[in-house]
């Protein structure tokens, strides 16, 4: 099926099933402890084997030698596999660096070797003996420095934007502010840590992996071990948080797929938490410049946001432009991406990718600009509200709800309360500020199959290799199907991330709840056809209700269609050209109270609030946990994550969770959710658009606008921490 022009009403306007808070159907599997995640599959591989990876203990250079010898002979060992006796070992399409280093070592911890070991314990007590001697070179491990060098990527489609004349309105501008704020490196910090388990039968390998895009990383393993496709199984049912560390191959499935093939038995790798920071993907630390003029009446008449990022060579830079390319009116614009070579682990998706980082810049400049010009900051947003796209006049956005996130928003949070002068709200040493930023995130779609298959007794399966990362896929899926074909959810089985299903969108992005579903959704098209076809009623004017399908008088049960066997249909929901007719995004804003001690410095936040403009929402329950998780990983991005580069040997210091912070329940209070009633026919059948990295989307930004309200003390430096507050903080009392 091929959606290329606006939905109209269809059979999910019903809404019977979707768009209700339902129970996630996975969850008494998670919270029982018997849903099976990769490092758990023992009845599919009994008696498996245990990998340990070794990292490299220099960021740049090469190996001289390996001596296994002495790992071999240890207790237990069955094999230990290094780029000297892995064969051909390639590189996936979606990979930066090779992951398996040898003889070039690319970053610090790439795996330079896997021992395989009948226990856990054995593998690691193993893996000290096997000596590993480096010739160092000379890497970059400071994005500031390597800034001076750096270049607008070839790989980005559009690296630069211009409209009008930027340069001759921003100097012309009566009121300007001209900052530049820096984001750190950040880690994903999953629950779950990469883990893959891997069998070999014959030439065919199946390795169950926790994996966000199954047919990526399928495509990335037989390329990477030059077998053919057809050879090879993946398969995520379950899956412990992504965040985007997720997307592609890592190198623990590579390693346990060597590891199975050298020891000739199934091989289960966890990746040791200290190898998730430095040896997979992290989000790159940006510095961001930022430029606004206006008219002294708040009107923007000359926006630029330049941001430089790094990664290594053949990598690409961290997008943080793209929201200020669409958020705010302004007829003279510019954006610039750069990119620098730095030889710290490989940068990629994390979050919300580009506008999460982005915004946590922008949207401190705008608070700053509207303090110039002695505005509200609410007020000055909604006076450079678009209904256009503002590099593209002529384009229209699908849906842009901007303006009632704002205001509900500030009625819903008590914003007429803040006091706008800052450092005069206290509670006895406490000092009281609130902030506020924008939410926005881009809305993409990507095609999308599955299989649904009515069964003899009346219930339907679906099947599509559709990951759920925790985000509820198997629900809205399963709301979906339920919807479709006129059945309670009780009635549906979902059975999702196997690569042996039809190829989905997969889990990324903000793409994946919109996207898969509406893969269903053209499945169950095709498949009340079918049915409708066999009952002898028309498929055009047939409905589907309480287990039947119907026209006027006459009913049919499902049960009895699939009587003499099965019915199955499969199909693929492709996009045609809307989205370039029409701009859709998702639009939101982020209210935030802090608590500032006016002693210590110590930030407490006390309340959060989120209002999101963002479709048809499938599933307000699942929905608001996706929020409230982002939320708080906003929290954490404003205060606390970091990870701290060593810059003379070029790896994360802090590479484990005692030394990389990230919020806990005691430091996140009550947050609200509110989900404007929206449709965007535009978008999908669905009617919907994604929404869980929308909820980080600004954060950052109204925690620190909040403590500057607080406080008085502009922190343009991401994370906030102690030490940026405290030489500024007003004389305690």
């Known amino acids: 099926m091929k959606f290329d022009t606006p939905a109209t009403t269809n059979p999910i306007d019903q809404l019977k099933v979707v768009g209700k808070p339902l129970d996630r159907i996975d969850g008494p599997y998670k919270t029982t402890g018997t849903a099976p995640y990769a490092y758990e599959q023992h009845a599919a591989a009994p008696n498996p084997a245990y990998g340990y990876i070794i990292g490299a203990a220099v960021a740049k250079g090469r190996i001289a030698s390996i001596d296994t010898a002495a790992a071999k002979r240890a207790p237990g060992v069955l094999a230990v596999v290094t780029y000297e006796n ?20 690319q970053h610090y911890h790439q795996a330079v070797a896997v021992v395989v070991a009948e226990t856990f314990e054995q593998a690691r007590a193993a ?123 890592r190198s623990e499935a590579l390693m346990a797929a060597l590891g199975a093939r050298a020891a000739g038995r199934p091989v289960k790798i966890a990746l040791q938490r200290a190898l998730m920071f430095n040896n997979t993907t992290h989000r790159p630390a940006t510095i961001q410049r930022i430029r606004i ?51 710290l682990p490989e940068a990629n998706a994390m979050r ?37 796209d503002p590099e593209n006049r002529s384009r229209k956005f699908s849906q842009r709800r901007f303006v009632e996130c704002m205001r509900q928003g500030a009625e819903r ?36 199959a599955a299989r649904v298959r009515l069964e003899k007794n009346g219930s339907v399966t679906v099947e599509t290799d559709m990951t759920d990362i925790g ?39 903000q793409w994946g709840g919109n996207s898969s579903t509406a893969g269903v959704y053209a499945a169950c098209v095709k498949l009340r056809e079918m049915l409708a076809a066999k009952a ?10 309480d287990g039947a399908v119907r026209l006027g008088t006459r009913s ?57 403009a963002a479709g048809r929402i499938l599933n307000p329950k699942s929905a608001r946990s996706q929020v409230i998780g982002a939320m708080t990983m906003g929290v954490g991005a404003a205060l606390m994550e970091h990870l701290v580069v060593d810059k003379r040997i070029g790896f994360f210091v802090n590479h484990d969770l005692a030394g990389y912070e990230v919020p806990v329940h005691g430091d996140i209070p009550h947050q609200e959710v509110v989900f404007l009633d929206e449709t965007d026919p535009m978008s999908s059948p669905m009617k919907a658009k994604g929404v869980g990295e929308l909820g980080i989307c600004g954060v950052a930004a109204a925690v620190a606008n909040a403590i500057y309200n607080a406080t008085g003390v502009r922190v343009r430096d991401y994370p906030i921490t102690l030490d940026k507050l405290l030489p500024k903080l007003p004389a305690y009392v």
């Open 413 to 448: 949070f008590g914003w007429k309360n803040r006091n706008p002068e800052p450092g005069k709200r206290r509670e006895g040493r406490w000092l009281i500020g609130m902030g506020v930023a924008s939410a926005f995130r881009n809305n993409m779609n990507m095609k999308s």
């Open 127 to 249: 893996s000290s003996l096997v000596k590993v001697e480096y010739v160092k070179a000379k890497g970059q491990y400071d994005l500031k420095q390597a800034s001076r060098s750096a270049k607008l990527p070839k790989k980005e489609e559009k690296p630069e934007t211009k409209a009008g004349d930027f340069a001759s309105a921003f100097a012309s501008a009566p009121v300007k502010l001209d900052a530049t704020y820096t984001t750190p490196d950040q880690s994903h910090a999953m629950m779950e840590p990469h883990a893959s388990l891997a069998v070999w039968e014959g030439d065919k390998l199946t390795v169950w992996t926790a994996n966000q895009m199954i047919n990526w990383s399928r495509e990335d393993m037989a390329r990477t071990l030059g077998i053919p496709k057809d050879n090879v199984r993946l398969v995520s049912p379950f899956v412990g948080g992504g965040f985007g560390g997720k997307l592609f191959l």
């Open 352 to 388: 919300a990718p580009g506008e999460a980082p982005g915004m946590m810049a922008l949207e401190i400049a705008i608070d700053e600009m509207a303090e110039k010009l002695k505005m509200d900051p609410v007020t000055f947003r909604i006076v450079n509200d678009t209904t256009v």
């Open 86 to 105: 892995a064969g051909k070992i390639d590189k996936g399409k979606y990979n930066t660096a090779r992951l398996l280093a040898g003889p070039e070592v």
């Open 536 to 545: 002898g009623l028309d498929p055009a004017t047939s409905e589907f209700a």
């Open 556 to 612: 049919v049960p499902l049960a009895q269609l699939a009587r003499d066997g099965e019915v199955t249909a499969e199909d693929m929901m492709e996009y045609g050209d809307l989205e370039k007719k029409t701009q859709q995004s998702t639009f939101g804003s982020h209210f935030v109270e802090v608590a500032v001690d006016s002693a210590t410095g110590e930030v407490r936040v006390r309340r959060m609030l989120a209002v999101c």
């Open 293 to 343: 003029g206006a008219t002294r009446e708040g009107r923007i008449t000359a926006i630029a946001h330049e941001s430089t990022s790094g990664d290594l060579p053949g990598g690409q830079p961290e997008t943080a432009v793209q929201q200020t390319r669409l958020l705010y009116a302004g007829p003279n614009r510019f954006t610039q991406l750069k990119l620098a070579t730095l030889d």
């Open 471 to 509: 985000t509820g896929s198997y629900t809205i899926i399963a709301q979906t199907a339920a919807e479709m074909m006129g059945l309670p959810i009780e009635k549906v089985a979902v059975r999702l991330g196997d690569s042996s299903f039809p190829v989905s969108s997969g889990s990324g992005g």
